[in-house]
């Protein structure tokens, strides 16, 4: 029996995931064409998958393209299905939902992916989990490059090696799994079935067993390269992984004694020579099964001053927070602790921003607040959360007050008064109470404590914008937008405010575009109405103010008592409404 087709948010995950990989990290053309087609053919529009329509909204052709003398549109289709396939036979190897571009056409398919442990890896992968298996030796010059392994022909005696010593990595693979297996079952019938026994919070389950239940995945360094370069890398490396509240970062080099299947949720980035003179190697790995998440080689102008702290926050946002490849082999692993579930659970919701996974993120973290959680990071998303129930009036928790959001917000200081996320969350929390001046102070300041986390950088960005300061916060946060593709929402929302109000039609309607696959908001659905407006497309326009109208009726009839409420800027709000009313929204008087 054919298996079912991924439901949509596992797609959605994937492409998210795939976005930010390292694989995609420098084709903004292959991002940008990727996110088109799967979101086009997500919201039920795959016939509009042509060549014509791909070149005039993906690359900015013209009305005039014509496909039998520019092919844009083929050679950049094809640069994307190499793309995808080097991503899901390394980076993307133990992804659940694989996507593919057919060839002969445009529209994305998809199916469940087979391939989800290395003993199943292509023969190209078996240099990088033979290696895995020395720990943390030197590499020799044959295991600098995993990613751009050649296997060698059939019958070779170097073939050969490769094959018995990916045969030996998977055995002690095995065994260590299974020896993992006999100490949760012996501990369980130690203690009773309670001791084994999964944690629940609201759809997120941990099989870590005797972890502390709000552990988070500790992060060693490990040096093995010389020189300036590496250094610089290093040094930048640590400085930024220190800022992080989403992790334990340890800091001194991983130590090679360390018995690796006792920490699951330990992860090494190692430093190592790169392919050629003067470039340097980035690779992050899990200790206990030596499985390579991220390979990144910088080159010497990559990693000289100047460059290398801002490649350096690229590597980690796409790696270190909640959203990251990180995180997300942890949950695909199911060796997660119970803070690491509910910080999934948040950054589930900022991803589509449904009530439903809202509920879930807030009932997850709200039980650790229960259980005496000693987090700040758990607090801050929490003080967040509880504030998005007051915003968009969700219906859990069922009292939400700005009141209580601050109150969560405190404590987030209190015990974590260098927390980027416990400031950014009390700026949040300002910038609703229309205390301008204190929100911008509070996220500069998690901005300052973090400046290696896009995430940071935007919501500072953010924070601006909605102050009204849109020239001093749209370049920052579009930096983090374009630097990161796998970033939430409300980035894109943040960054057509600031290009709207710049004057900047191209930019805020490309941005209110990337709205388009988020849960249905009263004002995520202006700003998509006013971009399809500013940009000429009078039918989406139409579309758009009768889904409204229809979704949306209060707002519809009064938006200006919506944006009042938000605490937005006085000349926004006038811009907004002035624009919604030219596109049929709103009372006249």
């Not at 064409?33 to 329509?53: C, I």
């Not at 949760?184 to 919070?201: I, K, M, N, S």
């Not at 983090?480 to 191209?506: C, I, N, R």
Request: net charge negative; with cysteine; proline share 6%.
């Amino acid at each position: 029996m054919e298996p079912a087709p991924p439901a949509a948010p596992a797609v959605r995950e994937t492409l998210e995931r795939l976005l930010a990989s390292e694989t995609f990290g420098r084709s903004e053309r292959a991002r940008r064409l990727l996110r088109y087609l799967v979101e086009r053919e997500q919201a039920g529009e795959a016939d509009r998958l042509k060549g014509v329509s791909i070149a005039m909204d993906v690359f900015g052709k013209d009305g005039d393209f014509d496909a039998s003398t520019d092919a844009v549109v083929r050679v950049q289709a094809g640069r994307l299905r190499e793309l995808l396939d080097h991503y899901f036979a390394n980076e993307g190897i133990a992804e659940p939902v694989r996507i593919a571009i057919p060839r002969g056409g445009y529209v994305p398919s998809y199916e469940p992916n087979a391939i989800r442990l290395p003993a199943e890896a292509k023969p190209a992968d078996a240099g990088q989990v033979a290696r895995s298996s020395k720990h943390f030796e030197t590499p020799s010059p044959a295991d600098a490059v995993p990613l751009m392994t050649t296997p060698a022909p059939p019958g070779s005696a170097s073939s050969l090696t490769r094959q018995l010593r990916f045969f030996w990595a998977a055995m002690v693979l095995v065994i260590a799994m299974l020896g993992v297996l006999v100490i949760r079952q012996g501990d369980a019938f130690l203690h009773g079935d309670d001791a084994a026994a999964p944690v629940e919070t609201a759809g997120a389950t941990s099989s870590v067993a005797r972890q502390p239940f709000d552990s988070l995945p500790l992060i060693y360094v490990a040096i093995k390269a010389g020189g300036p370069e590496a250094a610089r890398v290093a040094s930048s490396l640590r400085a930024g992984l220190a800022g992080f509240d989403t992790i334990d970062f340890i800091g001194r080099d991983a130590d090679a004694s360390r018995d690796g299947s006792a920490d699951p949720i330990a992860f090494v980035f190692d430093v190592i020579p790169g392919p050629a003179t003067g470039d340097v190697m980035i690779e992050l790995q899990n200790v206990a099964t030596g499985r390579v998440l991220l390979s990144r080689n910088l080159t010497s102008a990559e990693s000289a001053p100047g460059a290398i702290e801002s490649n350096i926050a690229n590597l980690l946002t796409s790696t270190v927070p909640a959203s990251g490849a990180i995180y997300s082999y942890i949950d695909q692993s199911d060796i997660r602790t119970s803070q690491i579930g509910c910080l999934v659970l948040d950054d589930r919701y900022y991803l589509d921003q449904s009530a439903k996974t809202h509920e879930a993120a807030y009932r997850c973290l709200e039980k650790l607040v229960s259980e005496g959680t000693k987090s700040s990071l758990v607090y801050s998303e929490l003080a967040s959360l509880h504030l998005e129930a007051v915003n968009n009036h969700y219906a859990y928790p069922a009292v939400a007050t700005v009141e209580q959001a601050m109150s969560f917000a405190h404590r987030a200081i209190q015990m974590g008064p260098m927390s980027p996320h416990a400031h950014r969350a009390y700026g949040y929390l300002n910038s609703r109470l229309g205390n301008t001046d204190e929100a911008i102070r509070w996220m500069r300041k998690a901005y300052e404590l973090n400046p290696y986390d896009l995430g940071m950088a935007a919501a500072y960005g953010y924070g601006l914008i909605f102050a009204g300061r849109y020239q001093e916060g749209t370049p920052i946060l579009g930096h983090a937008v374009e630097a990161f593709s796998g970033h939430p929402t409300w980035w894109d929302y943040g960054l057509f405010v600031g290009a709207f109000m710049q004057g900047d039609t191209k930019k805020a309607a490309i941005a209110s575009e990337s709205l388009r696959t988020t849960a249905s908001k009263s004002h995520y659905l202006a700003a998509r109405l006013i971009g399809a407006k500013i940009s000429g497309r009078d039918k989406l326009a139409s579309e758009l103010a009768n889904e409204l109208i229809a979704e949306f009726p209060k707002f519809a009839a009064n938006p200006r008592a919506v944006f009042v409420d938000r605490k937005y800027p006085a000349d926004l709000t006038d811009r907004l409404v002035q624009s919604l009313r030219s596109a049929g929204i709103g009372n006249p008087s």
